[in-house]
C-alpha cells in the first residue's frame, strides 16, 4: 500500500483497517481501545502517540506511519511562553550585527570556576529534589554565568576546559528541566548546545547523556526512527572493549543503547529493542550496582537498565515479564536518581494496570504523590495510568481512586 504522507492519519487508518480486514469494534478490541477512539480518529482527530503505537501494533505497522507532516492549527500561544523567557533568553540569546549576544554579563568581572561548580551542583540537586520553581528561577543565571566563564578562559586551558564542562553541564540540566515541563523543542537547543560543549573537550559521558536526553525529547515528539538511528550510531562510535572500558565509557554505551530501546519499542521494534536492553545489561554487571557517574549527574547500573528492560516488556504486550523485571530489583542494587526510579514506577503502575490490578496500580500512584508531587504532575504516563484505572473499575471509583485522578486532571 503506498505510503502516502500528504494525507491524514484518519483516512490512511480507514483504508489500512479494511485492507487487513477489520471491522472498527475489531480493531478497537485487538488495540485495546475504545471504539470511539478508532472512529475519532478515522473521522479527522488527533490522539496521542501511545494510541497509536497501540493501533499500530494490532496493525502490524511501525507507530511512525501515523506520523503525517503538515501545518498545523494555529493555536493561542500559552502563559508557558512568558514564564520560559528567561531561559529562552539564556539558551537563545539576541545576536547583534557583530555576532555578539547582547545580554550583559552574569558575573560583571568576578569569575570562580569553584563558585560556578558549586552552583551547578546545587541545582542538580534541585532537579533532582523536582524544586522545578526554584530552577526556573536560577537556571537562567547560571547558563549566563557558565556562558560568561567561558568568554573569560582560553579553550586550550585547563579553566577553558573546565568552564566549558560547567556549562555543559548547565545545559544539560536545563534541557532535562524543560523536558520534564514539555518545552521540548528549547530543551533540544540546550541539550544540542551541550553536546556542542561536551565534544569540545572529549568528554564521552557527558556526550552520551546529551545524545540520550536529545532522544527523550525527540520520543516525546514521536520521532522513534530518528532516535533510533542516532542512538545506535552514538553506540557505534562509543563501543568500549567491556573487560578494559572504564566506568564512564560503559555507562556512556548503556545510556545510548537503553534510548535505542526505548525508542525501537515505541515504534513496534521490539526484538530491537530486546537485542539493545540486551548488550546494555552487558555494560551493566561491571558496575555490581546503580552508581553515580562522575562528571555526569546520570546514574547507570543493573537498576537502569532492568526499569527499561520492563519498560519494554511492557509496551511489547508482555507486562508480567515487567513485573519480573521490576521484582528483581533490591535495595542492595542501589537507586537511580529520583526522576528515573519514578518512570520506572509509573510503569509499575502501568504493569499492574494491564494484569487487573486496579487497587495496586492506584497504590503505586499514591506513594509517587506523596513523595514527589511535583514532578508527577507533569507526567502523561502517569496521566494515561490513572485514566485506565478509571476505565477498568467494575464500581464506583474509590476515594483514592478519585483523589489520583483529580490530582492529575483526568475525567471519568
Same mark, same amino acid.
Given at each position: 500500500m503506498p505510503? /502516502? ?11 489500512l #483497517?479494511?485492507?487487513?480486514g477489520?471491522?472498527q469494534e475489531?480493531?478497537?478490541e485487538a488495540a485495546?481501545?475504545s471504539?470511539?477512539c ?5 473521522q479527522?482527530g488527533?490522539?496521542?502517540m501511545e494510541t497509536y503505537?497501540q ?5 502490524g505497522v511501525?507507530?511512525?506511519?501515523f506520523?503525517?507532516?503538515g ?6 500561544e500559552?502563559e508557558n511562553?512568558?514564564?520560559?523567557? /528567561?531561559?529562552?533568553?539564556?539558551i537563545?540569546p539576541p %545576536?547583534g ?5 547582547l ?5 560583571? /568581572?568576578?569569575v570562580?570556576l569553584p563558585?560556578?561548580r558549586e552552583?551547578?551542583d546545587?541545582s ?5 529534589? /523536582?524544586?522545578?520553581?526554584h530552577?526556573?528561577q536560577?537556571?537562567p543565571e547560571?547558563?549566563k554565568?557558565?556562558q ?12 577553558g576546559r573546565?568552564?566549558?564542562r560547567? #556549562? ?7 534541557g532535562?528541566?524543560?523536558i520534564?515541563i514539555?518545552?521540548?523543542d528549547?530543551a533540544?537547543t540546550?541539550?544540542q ?6 565534544r569540545t573537550i572529549?568528554?564521552?559521558?557527558l556526550?552520551a547523556?546529551?545524545?540520550s ?5 525527540m =520520543? ?5 526512527d530518528e ?5 545506535v550510531a552514538?553506540a557505534?562510535?562509543?563501543?568500549? #572493549?567491556v573487560?578494559?572500558a572504564?566506568?564512564?565509557?560503559l555507562a556512556?554505551w548503556?545510556? %545510548?543503547l537503553?534510548?535505542a530501546?526505548t525508542?525501537?519499542v515505541?515504534?513496534n521494534?521490539t #526484538? ?12 551493566a554487571?561491571r558496575f555490581g550496582?546503580e ?5 555526569v549527574h546520570?546514574?547507570?547500573g ?6 527499561i528492560?520492563a ?13 519480573e523485571e521490576?521484582e528483581q ?5 542501589g537507586r537511580?536518581?529520583?526522576?528515573v526510579?519514578?518512570?520506572?514506577q509509573?510503569?509499575?503502575?502501568y504493569?499492574?494496570l494491564e494484569m487487573?490490578d486496579t487497587?495496586r496500580a492506584?497504590?503505586?500512584?499514591q ?6 508531587? =511535583? ?10 495510568a490513572a485514566e485506565?484505572i478509571?476505565?477498568a473499575?467494575t464500581?464506583?471509583?474509590t476515594a483514592?481512586q478519585?483523589?489520583i485522578?483529580?490530582f492529575?486532571g483526568?475525567k471519568e
Amino acid at each position: 500500500m503506498p505510503d /502516502d504522507r500528504t494525507r491524514e492519519p484518519g483516512a490512511r487508518l480507514r483504508e489500512l #483497517r479494511f485492507r487487513r480486514g477489520f471491522t472498527q469494534e475489531g480493531l478497537a478490541e485487538a488495540a485495546g481501545l475504545s471504539v470511539q477512539c478508532i472512529k475519532k480518529i478515522e473521522q479527522g482527530g488527533s490522539a496521542r502517540m501511545e494510541t497509536y503505537h497501540q493501533i499500530a501494533k494490532a496493525l502490524g505497522v511501525r507507530t511512525v506511519w501515523f506520523v503525517a507532516p503538515g501545518s498545523p492549527e494555529p493555536v493561542a500561544e500559552t502563559e508557558n511562553v512568558a514564564l520560559l523567557a /528567561d531561559i529562552r533568553g539564556a539558551i537563545i540569546p539576541p %545576536v547583534g550585527m557583530d555576532g555578539n549576544v547582547l545580554y550583559e554579563a552574569a558575573d560583571a /568581572d568576578d569569575v570562580s570556576l569553584p563558585r560556578l561548580r558549586e552552583a551547578v551542583d546545587a541545582s542538580a540537586l534541585a532537579y533532582y529534589g /523536582d524544586q522545578y520553581d526554584h530552577l526556573a528561577q536560577v537556571l537562567p543565571e547560571l547558563i549566563k554565568s557558565a556562558q560568561y566563564h567561558v568568554s573569560r578562559f582560553d579553550d586550550t586551558s585547563a579553566e577553558g576546559r573546565e568552564a566549558i564542562r560547567l #556549562r555543559a553541564d548547565a545545559l544539560s540540566l536545563a534541557g532535562r528541566y524543560l523536558i520534564q515541563i514539555r518545552a521540548n523543542d528549547l530543551a533540544l537547543t540546550a541539550i544540542q548546545q551541550s553536546l556542542r560543549d561536551a565534544r569540545t573537550i572529549g568528554s564521552v559521558p557527558l556526550a552520551a547523556a546529551a545524545i540520550s536526553m536529545q532522544g527523550w525529547a525527540m =520520543q516525546r515528539q514521536g520521532r522513534f526512527d530518528e532516535v533510533e538511528r542516532l542512538a545506535v550510531a552514538a553506540a557505534q562510535e562509543i563501543e568500549p #572493549r567491556v573487560s578494559v572500558a572504564s566506568k564512564g565509557e560503559l555507562a556512556a554505551w548503556g545510556w %545510548v543503547l537503553l534510548s535505542a530501546a526505548t525508542a525501537a519499542v515505541r515504534n513496534n521494534r521490539t #526484538r530491537e529493542a530486546e537485542d539493545y536492553v540486551s548488550i546494555a545489561r552487558t555494560a551493566a554487571t561491571r558496575f555490581g550496582k546503580e552508581q553515580q557517574v562522575s562528571p555526569v549527574h546520570k546514574s547507570f547500573g543493573p537498576v537502569s537498565v532492568a526499569l527499561i528492560a520492563a519498560e519494554v516488556a511492557t509496551m511489547a504486550g508482555e507486562p508480567a515479564h515487567g513485573l519480573e523485571e521490576m521484582e528483581q530489583i533490591t535495595p542492595d542494587d542501589g537507586r537511580p536518581p529520583a526522576p528515573v526510579w519514578n518512570r520506572g514506577q509509573i510503569e509499575k503502575s502501568y504493569i499492574h494496570l494491564e494484569m487487573g490490578d486496579t487497587e495496586r496500580a492506584t497504590e503505586v500512584l499514591q506513594e509517587l504523590k506523596a513523595h514527589s508531587p =511535583q514532578w508527577l504532575r507533569y507526567q502523561q504516563r502517569a496521566k494515561d495510568a490513572a485514566e485506565g484505572i478509571l476505565k477498568a473499575r467494575t464500581r464506583i471509583p474509590t476515594a483514592a481512586q478519585r483523589e489520583i485522578a483529580d490530582f492529575l486532571g483526568v475525567k471519568e
